[in-house]
């Protein structure tokens, strides 16, 4: 039957089977996208030591960057899942990627602090629109493996968001800032492939969206539980995201003041805590499709909170093993949560998605600026300690509806 067919058969049981299908062409091509978008966008974090040098500036101006950027990148991104779930427009996609082509471009040229925040506004803004619109695509190309399709589709972004650092390291601390430009070309390689995404989204991805969403409609739990499920999960990513944010935007930082480290060996600690992250989403997805998304959500953020505590005792030796082990196990519950809200929620998937991904980039921006001022206050090694604490509020996973018992 066609993918046409598909809205004539509005029964749960023959929707769930015409999309029981995985497209893994379309889930590896926003993948690839997803690793060239958030490996632009981690050039930013990555080249602040070089900010802080080049133009003086403080823990705090730089978390203020950080905070432009994520704000950017945040509050627009529910908004456009929700436009996108009322009036898909597949077409945004490639579109999206022209403000981090811009971003780049600005902050390649940026001769004083403010024109470095209009970058990162600019940068942000690619995100708020690539996001969500590819998170629903890569609902509407799961199947019957949505965790499975949204760790693929993660993890581009995370292997992307460690190479970023890699790149600095190499590229831009030896030949200076005005390389950023040349790694806006990738935003031009994206748009060519997004835009054959967006075909694929208007002719045939809809259709499975909407036959997708009538079989978990028949399971969705109440109005009241659902809602109080979709808290929880945001509980959840303010606690993870505002610990990556420590890591992300102050660990270089971190180990350059402790250890005495230079800041291409500190990026290359930097890179491989991301390149853990990779590692754990991929595993993330589909552990919750075979061992239930709520399992999966409750290790992922409570397991990391050993190791984050010792991670602030611990000497130059096994600092590395411990962030590894933190961002493997942490990063596992990132593709859980967005699955398991899409299905508290199936007639809002693109709203869900965006307010996810977007409370996330939101709750890594505040983060970043308010440790930011900590560690201008108190150093930089008050910061760790302080969040070595966060991954206990992972006790809050108890309280989330069983939605795999509702299946059953």
Same mark, same amino acid.
């Given at each position: 039957?066609?993918d046409?067919a598909?809205?004539a058969?509005?029964?749960p049981?023959s929707a769930e ?6 497209v893994?062409?379309?889930i590896?091509a926003?993948?690839v ?7 632009m ?11 802080k040098?080049?133009?003086g ?7 203020l ?14 908004l456009i899942?929700?436009y ?6 597949p077409m945004?996609?490639?579109g999206g990627t022209l403000f981090s082509?811009?971003g780049?471009?600005v902050?390649s ?5 403010p024109?470095?925040l ?12 690539f996001?969500p619109?590819s998170?629903?695509v890569a609902r509407?190309?799961a ?5 499975l ?6 993890v ?5 968001s460690?190479?970023?650092p890699?790149?600095?390291a ?7 800032q005005?390389?950023l430009?040349?790694?806006?070309l990738?935003a *031009?390689?994206?748009? /060519?492939?997004l835009?054959?995404v !967006?075909?694929?989204y208007g002719?045939? &991805? @809809?259709a499975?969206?909407q036959?997708g969403r009538?079989a978990?409609?028949?399971v969705?739990p109440?109005?009241?539980?659902a809602l109080?499920?979709i ?5 959840l990513?303010?606690?993870?995201f505002v610990?990556?944010a420590?890591?992300?935007s102050y660990f270089?930082?971190?180990?350059i ?9 500190a990026?290359?600690h ?7 992250v990779?590692?754990g989403t ?9 061992i239930?998304?709520?399992?999966v959500?409750?290790f992922s953020i409570?397991?990391?909170?050993p190791?984050a505590? *010792?991670l602030p005792h /611990?000497?130059l030796f096994?600092? !590395?093993?411990?962030t590894?082990?933190? &961002? @493997?196990?942490l990063?596992?519950a990132f593709?859980a949560?967005v699955v398991?809200g899409?299905?508290l929620a199936?007639g809002?998937v ?5 307010m996810?991904?977007g409370?996330?980039?939101g ?7 308010v ?11 008050f910061?760790?300690q302080l969040?070595a604490f966060l991954?206990a509020?992972?006790l809050?996973?108890a309280f ?9």
């Amino acid at each position: 039957m066609t993918d046409q067919a598909i809205a004539a058969d509005p029964t749960p049981q023959s929707a769930e089977r015409k999309t029981d299908g995985t497209v893994f062409a379309v889930i590896l091509a926003i993948g690839v996208c997803h690793l060239l978008n958030d490996m632009m966008q981690s050039l930013l974090p990555a080249i602040y030591p070089q900010f802080k040098t080049d133009f003086g500036l403080t823990f705090g101006q730089i978390g203020l960057v950080t905070l432009v950027y994520q704000i950017t990148a945040s509050i627009l991104q529910p908004l456009i899942g929700l436009y996108a779930d009322k009036r898909p427009t597949p077409m945004a996609l490639p579109g999206g990627t022209l403000f981090s082509l811009a971003g780049l471009v600005v902050l390649s040229q940026a001769h004083s602090y403010p024109v470095i925040l209009v970058g990162a506004s600019l940068l942000g803004m690619g995100s708020s629109v690539f996001h969500p619109e590819s998170s629903r695509v890569a609902r509407m190309a799961a199947g019957s493996r949505p965790g499975l399709a949204q760790s693929l589709f993660q993890v581009g972004g995370n292997i992307g968001s460690a190479l970023g650092p890699l790149a600095a390291a190499v590229v831009v601390v030896r030949w200076g800032q005005s390389t950023l430009a040349y790694f806006a070309l990738l935003a *031009l390689l994206s748009c /060519a492939i997004l835009w054959n995404v !967006g075909r694929w989204y208007g002719h045939h &991805g @809809l259709a499975r969206l909407q036959a997708g969403r009538t079989a978990r409609a028949a399971v969705a739990p109440p109005r009241g539980k659902a809602l109080q499920g979709i808290a929880i999960l945001a509980i959840l990513i303010f606690s993870k995201f505002v610990y990556m944010a420590s890591i992300t935007s102050y660990f270089t930082f971190y180990l350059i003041h402790r250890f005495g480290l230079s800041v291409r060996d500190a990026q290359l600690h930097l890179f491989a805590f991301l390149a853990a992250v990779a590692a754990g989403t991929i595993l993330g997805g589909p552990l919750g499709d075979r061992i239930g998304r709520k399992q999966v959500i409750w290790f992922s953020i409570l397991g990391a909170l050993p190791f984050a505590l *010792l991670l602030p005792h /611990a000497s130059l030796f096994w600092t !590395g093993p411990l962030t590894v082990m933190i &961002g @493997l196990i942490l990063a596992s519950a990132f593709p859980a949560i967005v699955v398991f809200g899409q299905e508290l929620a199936p007639g809002n998937v693109g709203m869900i998605s965006g307010m996810f991904f977007g409370f996330s980039f939101g709750m890594g921006g505040i983060g970043a600026a308010v440790l930011g001022r900590l560690a201008d206050a108190h150093g930089i090694a008050f910061v760790y300690q302080l969040c070595a604490f966060l991954p206990a509020i992972g006790l809050l996973a108890a309280f989330l509806p069983n939605m795999d018992r509702a299946k059953a």
